[in-house]
Structures are given as structure tokens and as C-alpha cells.
């Protein structure tokens, strides 16, 4: 299956993920660890991605797109994959539409998880204590959510508009929203004839 994951900060996406792509046997392609992991190696890509995450902003479209791109073409997401943090804008996403066209490999599902703002902010501050991320600060905390806000969220009704939206409340166990998430990946599953 090819599966859009969106979520506001600290909705528990990271953790879901992991979960559905284990389940589900395809390749969980975060943006975020492909950046973090370009900072750790001090490629070119991570010495210009560091300071806008540190600071809570979005990466350049054309950063991100290069790497997605490249990855999408690895021979592991030939039968689907999962993506965690992409697409996070408007442009990202009429990038994915084009290159999944060109393949013909169309979008599975689109899942968003949404949960209380209130909520988010104080997971992700105690998250910050615990992981010790640099962009976990309070100021980022509430930059990344304005991001959120003005740049990510309008995909959700874009993703609507394609018929491939299902919403999932974050509010409640870890299990309990996984198996929210099950229910609708089995109704999204293409058909196997
Ligand atoms: P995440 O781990 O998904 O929360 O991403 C951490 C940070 O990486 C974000 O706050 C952005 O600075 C950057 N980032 C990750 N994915 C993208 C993307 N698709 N477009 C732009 N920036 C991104």
C-alpha cells in the first residue's frame, strides 16, 4: 500500500507509524530522519537543513523532494511504502501527485491524525526533556505548530478533495488509536483483483 501520514507535532505519528509500516511490511520514509540522519553525516543537504530545523521551520521543497525522490526509487519501495512527514506543503505534494503519476502508482490512503493543541504542546515539551531534541524547545514547539498551522494543514482538505482523507483522533491508548488506524487502512485496501 502507498499511505500519506499527516499529523500536527507531537500527535504521536512517529509512533503509529512505526507500528502500521511493522504491520503492514513497507517502508516507513520519514523526511524527518533522512534530514536528521544528513546533519549527523555533515552532508551538504544536512549543513542546509540544520538551521531551519533547529529553529522550527520547513526545509527548502527542493531539498526535500531530491531526497524523497531518490528514496521513492530504492528498490524496497517498489511494492509501498509509508510516508512520515511528506508532503508538508501544497508544492510537496502536487511534486508527489507528479511522480507517482509518471509511475503509475497511485496513492493508497491519506491518514490524519488529529488531536487537542493543548495537548500536543505539552507532549512534545515533555517528549523534548526526555529525547533531548534540539528543535523541541518551547519556542519551536509553538513555531513548528504555526507551520503546522499555515503550511501542512490546507493538504488535509486537498487530500479530502481526492476522496483519499480518513481523520483519526489521537485522544486515547496508544492501542486504541492503532486500531482506529487499522480499521480504515482495511477499508482503503485496494481490492486484489
Ligand atoms: P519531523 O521529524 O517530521 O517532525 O521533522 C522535523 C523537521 O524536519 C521539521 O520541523 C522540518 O524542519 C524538517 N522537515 C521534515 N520533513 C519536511 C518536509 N517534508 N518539508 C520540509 N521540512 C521538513
Keep these: 500500500m502507498r499511505i500519506v501520514f499527516l499529523g500536527p507535532p507531537g500527535v504521536g505519528k512517529g509512533t503509529q507509524c512505526r507500528r502500521l509500516v511493522a504491520d503492514l511490511r513497507i517502508p516507513h520514509v520519514s523526511t524527518g530522519d533522512m534530514l536528521r540522519r544528513a546533519i549527523r553525516d555533515r552532508t551538504p543537504v544536512g549543513r542546509l537543513a540544520a538551521e531551519r530545523m533547529d529553529a522550527g521551520q520547513l526545509v527548502s521543497d527542493d531539498i526535500v523532494q531530491q531526497l524523497v525522490e531518490r528514496r521513492l526509487d530504492s528498490p524496497d519501495c517498489a511494492e509501498g511504502w509509508l510516508f512520515d512527514g511528506f508532503p508538508r506543503t501544497i508544492a510537496q505534494a502536487e511534486f508527489l ?83 482506529r488506524i487499522q480499521e480504515s487502512v482495511r477499508r482503503a485496501r485496494p481490492n486484489p483483483d
Design 97 to 179: 501527485d507528479r511522480m507517482l503519476a509518471s509511475r503509475t502508482t497511485p496513492l493508497d490512503l491519506v491518514l490524519e491524525l488529529f488531536g487537542d493543541e493543548s495537548i500536543l504542546v505539552q507532549r512534545m515539551l515533555r517528549r523534548a526533556r526526555v529525547e533531548g531534541r534540539t528543535d523541541d524547545t518551547p519556542e519551536t514547539v509553538r513555531a513548528r505548530m504555526r507551520v503546522y498551522h499555515s503550511q501542512t494543514e490546507p493538504l488535509v482538505e486537498y487530500y479530502a478533495r481526492k476522496n483519499l482523507l480518513a481523520r483519526i483522533d489521537a485522544i486515547g491508548t496508544r492501542n486504541e488509536v492503532f486500531e
